[in-house]
């Protein structure tokens, strides 16, 4: 018996389907070149037996291979951006020409978690890129182990701390991680040994996996609840390559924080305030930011229709368990309340594209101008920024409908975050969840997720790249970086006709002006009417 012929929409079903394959494989090809140009470019302790590879050695010591893996690698990022924005143009559904908003169709989330586990497993086995700080990891396990308090002493006290990788800024720093994190640090160090890094580098990205695969849990869950799409938001959120890079490639804590605090969060939507509070306490534990989600888990607690009082019952409750938990700690690990001093600090200097870097900047700029002395502003911009994000947090704890509750608590980290004077690629990734389970539109607010995705990938892929300074090439191999990174984005983001579109669609322009010619020709008319009115 002949076969139906296929219909246009099965015809349409196959091209689908064959596109999210090549998003699939591509976005897994540019991992795999990540991994492959970090052995050229990413970054090995002194102490690592990888220096004595017969194989990797022209790779990194000659100039031929240190523009290679360079290449590699920053063709491997964008290869994973074009394979992101692909996929989500492939699987989406408009909703609403008016709204903006896109759908993923049913059963969509398992294809968004399979690309986001493919895409991530080629970059277990990297080389640390975008950031030395899991080489600070190894130090502040070996501070734990022999005695020391990581919230004291430095890990320049250790012998060999700048064999075994740490970069010389974290030399005279106290730790600024929270309890929980130094245990799991020991431990790692423990297990593999104190002259192991790259055992314990692997070790440390199975403890970021777990945070991710945290996130890839509850972001569906908590948008499911909210009324958001699940696949959208994982997306949004965990496809992205800033976020697999930041997360698994190096090996950052925050993932594990920040999975933690969205299941505090889903267990306090599930009245389960308790449990939320001690999985908020555990993210407290990993890095101190995540407290602000504290009060906000305990108006969920409290319920929509509480009172004031109640309210406060619960604000107190939960800080009363917090209390606790956190005199356990201190009391287990020995070294009190020490750990809090470091939510006192918002870090030395500032970065460029921060609020207080860029009105600092701008202010000494104009002040050095005029010959008046301007080591003053910093400091007052930062003290500005810490005070205005405390009044924020307060603002949304105390005024708002229950029902906005996500969209207060999301405001209120981003506050603490925004006006810090230090923002890193990979704490724009802490509110990024948040965000997508409240709900990201697809006109301009998905398009600010897109460009600041793209400017931190390019920033990332030309910082931090390792190079023997006896190749003297450092500068070169990072505007070769930079000038393939702004290639690649206008290739993707405005000549390629299979993901540009998601840049170009939904500014209204055309409607905008065609409102403009309307409202024009209108008047004119009307104009014409008085005049013609006049002479009659």
Known sequence: MASPPATSETSVSTRASSSLWIALIVGFLGSCAITAGSFSIGWLASASPIHRWDWLLPWRTTETGVITGTIVFTFGCWLMFWAWIRLGLVMRRRTSKDEGYYRFPPKSLRTV?????????????CLPIFSRDIFAYIGQGRLVLAGQDPYVDGISTLNNWFQLGTDTTWAQSETPYGPMFLWIEAAVVAITGPDNPDAAIFLFRVVALIGVLLMMYYVPKLAEHFGTDAARAQWISAANPLFIISFIASGHNDALMVGLALAGVWFALQGRGVVAILLVMASVGIKPISLVILPFIALWWAGAQASWLRRFVFWGMSAGIAAVVMVIVGLLNGYGFGWLAVMAGTGTGSVPWSPVGILTNMVSAILSSVGIPTYW???TFKLVGRIASV?????????GKHENLLWRMTWAFAALVVLSPVIQPWYLLWLLPF???AGIQGNWQLKWVIFTVAFFVAFGAADQLFVWQFLEIEGLVAVLSTVISWCCLVWILLLDPFTSRIVKEDWHVRAALRRVWVRRRARKQDKAAVEAAGER
């Open 377 to 379: 502003v910093l400091d």
């Open 391 to 399: 009044l924020i947090v307060l603002l949304l704890m105390f005024r």
């Open 435 to 437: 965000f997508a389970v």
């Open 113 to 125: 978690n399979l690309a986001t586990l493919l895409w991530c497993a080629p970059q277990m086995l």
